[in-house]
């Protein structure tokens, strides 16, 4: 199972999806451009600690992260 | 003065370090956002999170070094070539997020999109900068 971890007030929420369905991958990648569109930034890990951010839903990725809007603190 | 400086900013990184151990054994939003951070972290920087408090990311524009410490706001240092901690940037991401997931989306903005996170961030003058 692949899974969307989005950060939120309580922690995180984690959304799994199996690749080889369909429409659990429709739904998955729905979120990818619903949460993109609201200001997320995506991220992959692409080693030990290496992370690249993502612009296009990629079933592959075992692991997607989103992060929130960044704003001055 | 100086001589007082030092012995309060070890006590600092073992109270924090403390806080950090301790949150990390809890189920709450802060424990998870602390397992969700260490998860993403290179050896090296969970390493240096389980010792200090704190870790170091590599800007991906500048090749500049931060130091990232446990918290949620005015919690980067910038790192000069002599290594020594200079000034500090704050940025965050919206939403009231716990410790874990800010020093986590910083460590990602730092290191894919240092330009555009230090664009949005505050930078904090090195005299209002306590760690």
């Not at chain 1, 080693?47 to 603190?73: C, M, N, Q, W, Y």
Request: net charge positive.
């Amino acid at each position: 199972m692949a899974m969307h971890v989005v950060m939120d007030h309580a922690g995180d929420r984690r959304h799994y999806f199996d690749k080889e369905d369909a429409e659990s991958l429709a739904e998955a990648e729905r979120r990818f451009h619903e949460l993109v569109g609201r200001g997320f930034t995506a991220a992959a890990r692409v080693g030990p600690g290496e992370v690249s951010k993502i612009h296009a839903f990629d079933p592959a990725i075992e692991e997607t992260l989103f992060v929130p809007r960044l704003v001055g603190g | 003065m100086v001589l007082f400086r030092r012995p309060l900013a070890g006590l600092r990184v073992r109270a924090l370090r403390r806080l950090y151990q301790t949150h990390l054994l809890e189920n709450t939003a802060e424990a998870r956002g602390l397992r969700l951070l260490r998860s993403w972290l290179s050896p090296k920087q969970r390493a240096q999170l389980d010792s200090e408090g704190a870790f170091e990311v590599v800007g991906s524009d500048s090749g500049k070094r931060y130091r990232i410490c446990y918290g949620t706001s005015t919690n980067i240092r910038e790192i000069d070539r002599t290594g020594r901690l200079g000034h500090s940037w704050c940025f965050v991401p919206v939403g009231g997020l716990v410790a874990g997931d800010v020093m986590l989306a910083q460590k990602i903005a730092l290191e894919t999109t240092e330009t555009a996170a230090l664009a949005v961030a505050n930078k904090v003058p090195l005299l209002f900068c306590s760690r």
